[in-house]
């Protein structure tokens, strides 16, 4: 009599038993969903399982799992009789042919398949559930493994049983089983069919499900890089480039075709899996030296929606090591790392190599004067596109020198736009991706930059001399959140509904492709700030730093953090934002540890502060959160030189000056919808005592003198106080200088130099502060809300509406700051020589 198993199940045969002991030792699994079980499938239906190709070791493997997991076996007959041959619940789509040490061949036709469909056939009341299993074996060595494993490790090729058994023995302990939900055949069998044809098309859909399922997992089959840049140079718009280009300089075709080759070349990836599967061998033990963590946030809904999307990925940018951090953390979870546009400048001897077969592919920094090179590149992302590989790009253009998110550059998404409204085979997905660090390798060259210090050039020795430095630091924790995807169809659907109708007349540029471009820029930046996280480091950053000495009492700074986590919880600014669980006092603990708090010991109490260059590094810590804060630092810069104030005075001005906000930090709200968290965050502060209501005057009002709520409300202030000072400054020199006096880009360089002398006379503000990008922006913002329109001199000419915005600003801004602006603004439009770089405070310079 056959011993039945403790949990029920029917034993397998003897021989599978003996050769899954033998097997056992060699293999750990990881299922996928981690929770996949018996309430996976209907408990009323018989099981089959279907996986993509047959072997002895998929057999034992997928037995283990399903015993692990308290399933049926694969092994044994199903309880309503042996309905695919060999008394087994399991079917295989392709079988490998071919002796141990030969060259294998792979045979498609599943018999077990076609016996299964013949008997449904045969018996209408009969019903069974298939549950497809995709198994890979090796994917991703350990930091314990040897370099020989990732030459074994799962591919797309049709293995030999010794490779096969090599596979096993060396990264069988790294095995990924994953149980796709169950399907009824009885639902799927079409009965004006032929049986035959219902195989081939039950089949196909199988196929194509395992496809998926691969390329989520260890990416898509890619073809030689040659192989890839001969398809771009034959395509009709490289062609058409190619003949422009020997046109335009006289020479002849196949000159301007190996100039175009050559260009292609420096353009193309080289992917190799063996190289990707080693950067993951090498960075564990990298990450582990320089970080104290890695956290990921909301990544399980990735794993959902990647299959079967063209994925991609567009994250913030604000170090070197965001390239190998998101690719690596792909990896190691289960999803193929995506091809990555790098600029030309990392193609550095031996690293460009290094990188291209890790997936880099580069481009130059500006092409526009190059049709030829715009045409080579252009088609080679639409390849790309095509193919259905995942591909990650920077729309901010480079590194965010500030902790802001930087104004996106559409290049890259309108030639993602472009190749798909050609070739449409794969619905296109956008995933924001938000990277915080809590220090930043690069902290003392981004001081240097925006002090007026030319960018060092990428080198090989600097880039070792670099390495060779951050190895001997750690860096703290890191966190990368994944936002809420996007749809281009939904894009497509909200700018040209009929753009699938209209296809063929989408060659030229159509009138809708800018808006949706900008739409598509703007709702990524503000999806990667709906998923920010929020550590200790932010936390300390936006409370020290709106001292005037960076400094608080030990009990005031507990407080202040306090006050904005509670903000921060009470009124969420996304269901994605997550922040730090630790206390206020633990956060200081934690502050000290990473020496980024000094502690001065007093008899009165011990005061904590930033010192030196540290204090101007925090800047950019608490620019990745100022975001999240700036409802509360509206209302409280209503009260800095006012007592008193309706609330519907702070609706109206705060909806005035809603959509320069808005278009600065990337903010979510709509005006209605600001007002609407105005109004709760007024509640809040309300519930706290840092405001009340008068019911003598109906209005809204802060404590006399300097309480500590008052304290409290001035350091809420500051965080977005300085964005107010920059557009007086900016308005201040318009309205001086006159309408019509000066252009934009006068307008931006008077604007930072009146910041950057306003820092040096009367407060000790990062650098950051006079950053032209940030004047940049708000003068675009004024020409779009069209406070000031471009005269026919090219001059600026304003409005009436401006002056009257300016009235306005002694509502938040003090009457001494605003007569130190207009005391030092400029009173005419002149060519300024660029100054010298400046020093920046407690930073000492450097040769």
């Given at each position: 009599m056959t011993m039945q198993p403790s949990d029920g199940r029917t034993p397998p045969p003897w021989l599978f038993r003996v050769l899954g002991k033998l097997a056992a030792p060699w293999l750990a699994i990881r299922r996928e969903p981690p929770g996949a079980g018996a309430d996976l499938v209907r408990p009323d239906l018989p099981i089959c399982y279907v996986i993509e190709r047959y072997g002895l070791s998929n057999a034992l493997i997928l037995e283990q799992s399903c015993r692990e997991a308290g399933l049926p076996s694969p092994l044994v007959a199903m309880p309503v009789g042996d309905l695919v041959g060999r008394r087994r619940a399991l079917i295989a789509l392709s079988r490998r042919q071919g002796y141990w040490f030969g060259r294998p061949r792979n045979r498609t036709h599943s018999e077990g398949l076609a016996r299964l469909?013949?008997?449904?056939?045969?018996?209408?009341?009969?019903?069974?559930?298939?549950?497809?299993?995709?198994?890979?074996?090796?994917?991703?060595?350990?930091?314990?493994?040897?370099?020989?494993?990732?030459?074994?490790a799962e591919n797309w090729g049709v293995v030999g049983r010794f490779r096969r058994f090599l596979a096993i023995v060396l990264n069988g302990r790294h095995t990924i089983v994953q149980f796709s939900p169950p399907v009824s055949m009885r639902e799927v069998l079409q009965h004006d069919l032929t049986p035959e044809r219902n195989v081939r098309k039950i089949a196909r859909v199988l196929r194509a499900h395992f496809r998926r399922i691969r390329t989520a997992v260890i990416g898509p089959d890619l073809s030689h890089r040659r192989t890839l840049v001969d398809g771009v140079l034959a395509s009709d718009p490289v062609r058409r480039a190619i003949a422009d280009l020997a046109r335009k300089e006289n020479t002849n075709y196949a000159q301007a075709w190996r100039r175009a080759h050559r260009d292609a070349m420096e353009v193309a990836a080289d992917y190799s899996h063996t190289v990707v599967r080693s950067l993951s061998f090498v960075l564990t033990p990298f990450w582990n030296k320089i970080y104290r963590g890695v956290t990921t946030h909301h990544f399980d809904g990735l794993k959902q929606n990647a299959p079967g999307h063209e994925v991609i990925y567009v994250p913030c940018h604000r170090s070197h090591i965001d390239y190998l951090l998101l690719s690596y953390l792909l990896y190691v979870n289960g999803i193929v790392p995506p091809h990555i546009a790098a600029g030309v400048n990392l193609n550095l001897p031996v690293v460009g190599s290094l990188l291209r077969r890790g997936g880099a592919f580069f481009l130059r920094r500006s092409f526009k004067s190059n049709a030829l090179y715009s045409a080579v590149f252009s088609e080679y992302v639409g390849t790309l596109i095509g193919q259905g590989v995942s591909i990650e790009y920077f729309i901010e253009g480079g590194r965010s020198r500030t902790g802001r998110l930087l104004a996106p550059k559409s290049g890259m998404l309108a030639m993602t736009l472009r190749a798909y409204l050609r070739q449409p085979r794969r619905p296109v997905l956008f995933q924001p991706v938000y990277i915080g660090y809590e220090q930043l390798m690069e902290g003392k060259s981004y001081l240097d930059e925006l002090s007026g210090r030319p960018k060092q050039k990428e080198t090989i020795w600097a880039l070792l001399r670099g390495v060779a430095g951050v190895l001997r630091h750690n860096y703290g924790k890191v966190a990368v959140s994944f936002g809420e995807p996007i749809l281009l169809d939904d894009i497509l659907a909200t700018h040209a509904p009929d753009w699938r109708e209209r296809r063929g007349e989408l060659d030229a540029k159509p009138p809708w492709f800018g808006d949706a471009v900008d739409d598509l820029a703007q709702r990524i930046q503000v999806n990667i700030n709906r998923a920010a996280d929020v550590n200790p480091i932010n936390l300390l950053a936006v409370a020290l730093l709106s001292t005037p000495k960076y400094a608080m009492a030990e009990s005031d700074l507990l407080a202040q953090l306090e006050l904005s986590k509670a903000l921060l919880e009470a009124v969420p600014y996304s269901d994605r934002v997550t922040v730090t669980p630790l206390s206020p006092a633990e956060i200081v603990a934690y502050g000290e540890e990473v020496k980024v708090l000094t502690r001065t010991r007093h008899p009165l109490g011990d005061v904590l502060s930033l010192d030196?260059?540290?204090?101007?590094?925090?800047?950019?810590?608490?620019?990745?959160?100022?975001?999240?804060?700036?409802?509360?630092?509206?209302?409280?810069?209503?009260?800095?030189?006012?007592?008193?104030?309706?609330?519907?005075?702070?609706?109206?001005?705060?909806?005035?000056?809603?959509?320069?906000?808005?278009?600065?930090?990337?903010?979510?709200?709509?005006?209605?919808?600001?007002?609407?968290?105005?109004?709760?965050?007024?509640?809040?502060?309300?519930?706290?005592?840092?405001?009340?209501?008068?019911?003598?005057?109906?209005?809204?009002?802060?404590?006399?003198?300097?309480?500590?709520?008052?304290?409290?409300?001035?350091?809420?202030?500051?965080?977005?106080?300085?964005?107010f000072e920059r557009y007086y400054?900016?308005?201040?020199?318009?309205?001086?200088?006159?309408?019509?006096?000066?252009?934009?880009?006068?307008l931006e360089n008077l604007c930072h130099l009146t910041a950057q002398r306003l820092s040096l006379l009367y407060s000790q503000s990062a650098p950051e502060f006079f950053d032209r990008s940030l004047f940049r922006g708000f003068i675009a913002t004024l020409r779009e809300l069209e406070f000031v329109r471009v005269g026919e001199n090219g001059k600026l000419v304003y409005s009436e509406r401006l002056e009257a915005?300016?009235?306005?600003?002694?509502?938040?801004?003090?009457?001494?700051?605003?007569?130190?602006?207009?005391?030092?603004?400029?009173?005419?439009?002149?060519?300024?020589?660029e100054p010298p770089a400046l020093p920046v405070e407690g930073v000492e310079p450097r040769e």
């Open positions: 469909v013949a008997r449904l056939n045969d018996d209408p009341s009969l019903d069974v559930q298939i549950v497809p299993v995709s198994i890979f074996v090796g994917r991703a060595p350990d930091r314990q493994s040897g370099w020989f494993r990732v030459l074994f030196g260059e540290q204090a101007v590094l925090q800047s950019y810590f608490r620019n990745n959160v100022l975001h999240l804060f700036a409802c509360a630092a509206w209302v409280a810069c209503c009260f800095q030189n006012s007592r008193r104030m309706s609330q519907a005075g702070i609706l109206r001005l705060g909806k005035l000056v809603y959509p320069f906000i808005q278009r600065e930090l990337f903010l979510p709200w709509n005006e209605e919808q600001f007002g609407e968290h105005l109004q709760a965050t007024i509640a809040v502060l309300a519930e706290r005592g840092l405001i009340a209501f008068d019911p003598e005057s109906g209005q809204l009002q802060r404590g006399p003198g300097q309480t500590d709520e008052v304290f409290q409300l001035r350091a809420i202030a500051h965080s977005l106080l300085q964005a400054i900016a308005i201040a020199v318009l309205v001086k200088n006159g309408s019509g006096a000066v252009s934009a880009g006068e915005w300016a009235k306005d600003s002694k509502i938040i801004l003090s009457r001494e700051l605003r007569q130190a602006i207009l005391k030092i603004t400029p009173d005419m439009a002149r060519e300024v020589a």
